[in-house]
């Protein structure tokens, strides 16, 4: 039985649901392949700070007769509409990611918002997504990067580092493997660890503690 469609950008798209329906947030979560807490962090604007929301009406994925229904029943669930027309194939780059030497300096900043929002994203993925080095994310993740104090989280598609489309892709391929993951683990009779108690993770922080811009490392082209 063939998996269940869900939106090529899911977060973009529970962003949309969350600001402009009253959908509840397990309808949503559902919709969107995404956990009713990351949704309720949406909307606490805790997730997806910077992610501009996509329209599913227009996108052609619902109608808006659906989303009225579905507001009217919360048992009711979102069925993706038939796509009309293909999505390109995606094809990803063997060469490293270059990067404009005046927006080498936000890497650390996009690399720290990955770890935190995206925990579960392997670093050989976000050296792909942000061009940056195992060894940088390392520092970053351990706090022991040489600007660590000046770093902050800032969205990499709002730093020009790579597309929106770019991004959900990486972080869809992430959660599928996590997915996977956790379902061998359930056949197993473990569980997974939560995504903050990772090894590696980044600790939760306050905002004064939080740190802005790389400037004297990380020279790859």
């Not at 090529?8 to 807490?37: E, R, Y």
């Not at 994925?61 to 993706?80: H, N, Y």
């Not at 730093?159 to 996977?180: F, I, N, T």
Request: hydrophobic share 40%; with cysteine.
């Amino acid at each position: 039985m063939a998996a269940e469609q869900k939106p090529l950008m899911p977060k973009a798209t529970a962003v949309w649901l969350v600001d402009n329906t009253s959908l509840s947030f397990d309808q949503i979560a559902d919709f969107c392949g995404l956990h009713p807490l990351e949704v309720k962090g949406i909307a606490d604007e805790d997730v997806a700070k910077g992610i501009k929301g996509m329209d599913p009406v227009s996108a052609g994925q619902l109608t808006r007769e659906q989303i009225e229904a579905a507001e009217k029943d919360p048992k009711v669930r979102l069925k993706m509409a038939p796509p009309k027309h293909k999505m390109p194939v995606v094809k990803q780059k063997k060469a490293p990611r270059y990067t404009p030497v005046s927006k080498r300096q936000d890497k650390p900043d996009a690399v720290y918002w990955i770890l935190r929002n995206h925990p579960e994203m392997p670093d050989a993925d976000i050296i792909k997504l942000i061009g940056t080095t195992k060894a940088t994310i390392q520092k970053i993740r351990e706090r022991s990067h040489w600007n660590a104090t000046n770093i902050k989280a800032v969205d990499p598609v709002t730093l020009g580092l790579c597309s929106q489309l770019e991004l959900d892709l990486a972080v869809s391929r992430a959660e599928a493997k996590r997915e996977r993951a956790e379902k061998r683990a359930a056949k197993a009779g473990t569980t997974l660890l939560p995504l903050h108690d990772l090894p590696g993770a980044p600790a939760a922080e306050t905002p004064a503690a939080e740190p802005v811009a790389e400037t004297g490392e990380d020279s790859e082209a």
